[in-house]
C-alpha cells in the first residue's frame, strides 16, 4: 500500500513509519516543518504538509491507499495544552480533505480519556478519578484534560462524517518508546485495563495491523497489553 504519515518526526508517527517499511509498504512521511526533515531519510519519502489546512492536506494525501494521522499539537505538554483546539481544526480539515479525496482511507490516532470505563461513562466523565489520573499517575498538569477533551472532540467530528476512517485511542495514558513484542490486546470502546504503559512500538504494530485487515471501518478501536 501507499501510505502516508503526519507526525511522522514524533513517537507514535515515526514508529509507524518504520514498522510500515518493514513490512514493505510505500510511505510518505510528512511534516509541517522543512528543518525536522531526517537528513537520512531512509526509505521513507519526506514532504512538508500542514495538518491544520485542507488543500495542504488535500493534495498530499492524493493517490495514497492509507493516510495515518498521529500528531501532535505541540512541543512539549504546555505548548499542546496552549494549542489543545488545534486537534479539532485538524480534524476538521482532514475530514474536508478526505471529502475531496474519498478513496483514501484514514486511521487517526488519540487518546485513552473518551474510552469507557463503565456501560456510557467514559474516563474523561470520572472527574476526581480521571483528575488524578492526570497528575498522580501520569506527572502533567490537570489542565491537560483541554487535550483529551480536544481529542474526544476531534473522534466525535470523524463519527459524524461519512468519510472511510478508523479511530485508535491506546489504552494507555503513557506511551514511550519500548519493545517491539507484537503481543496485546485489541478492544472497541471499552477501556483496556491492568496491562500498563505501552511501547510506541506495539502502537505502531496495531496500526498497521489495522491498515491491511480493515477489521473497524468507521469505528474506533483501542489496543493495550
Known amino acids: 500500500m501507499d501510505i502516508g504519515v503526519f507526525g511522522a518526526t514524533g513517537v507514535i508517527g515515526s514508529r509507524v513509519v518504520t514498522e510500515a517499511l518493514r513490512r514493505g509498504h510505500r510511505v510518505t512521511a510528512f511534516t509541517r516543518d522543512a528543518a525536522r526533515v531526517p537528513t537520512r531519510g531512509g526509505s521513507a519519502t519526506w514532504a512538508v504538509a500542514d495538518w491544520l489546512d485542507t488543500d ?14 498521529a500528531v501532535n499539537a505541540g512541543h512539549g505538554i504546555a505548548d499542546t495544552i496552549a494549542r489543545a483546539d488545534d486537534f479539532v481544526v485538524g480534524a476538521q480539515a482532514m475530514v474536508a480533505a478526505l471529502d475531496r ?10 487518546g485513552a480519556g473518551s474510552l469507557e470505563v463503565a456501560p456510557g461513562i467514559q474516563l474523561l466523565d470520572t472527574e476526581d478519578d480521571f483528575t488524578r489520573t492526570l497528575t498522580e499517575v ?3 498538569p490537570a489542565d491537560y484534560a483541554r487535550v483529551v477533551r480536544a481529542l474526544r472532540d476531534a473522534l466525535n467530528i470523524y463519527r459524524l462524517s461519512n468519510r472511510n476512517w478508523t479511530y ?21 470502546d471499552q477501556l483496556l485495563v491492568g496491562g500498563g504503559d505501552l511501547s510506541a512500538e506495539d502502537v505502531a504494530v496495531a496500526l ?10 468507521q469505528r474506533r478501536f483501542t489496543v493495550g497489553y
Do not use: N, Y
Not at 495542504?56 to 494521522?69: K, N
Not at 479525496?101 to 488519540?110: E, F, N, T
Open 56 to 69: 495542504s492536506i488535500a493534495e498530499a494525501i492524493a493517490g495514497l491507499d492509507v493516510v495515518v494521522s
Open 101 to 110: 479525496q474519498p478513496r483514501v482511507r484514514l486511521i487517526a490516532v488519540g
Open 138 to 140: 501520569l506527572d502533567v
Open 168 to 188: 485508535l485511542s491506546p489504552s494507555s495514558g503513557r506511551i514511550a518508546p519500548g519493545e517491539r513484542t507484537g503481543r496485546f490486546r485489541i478492544g472497541g
Open 208 to 217: 498497521i495491523d489495522e491498515a491491511e485487515q480493515q477489521r473497524f471501518v
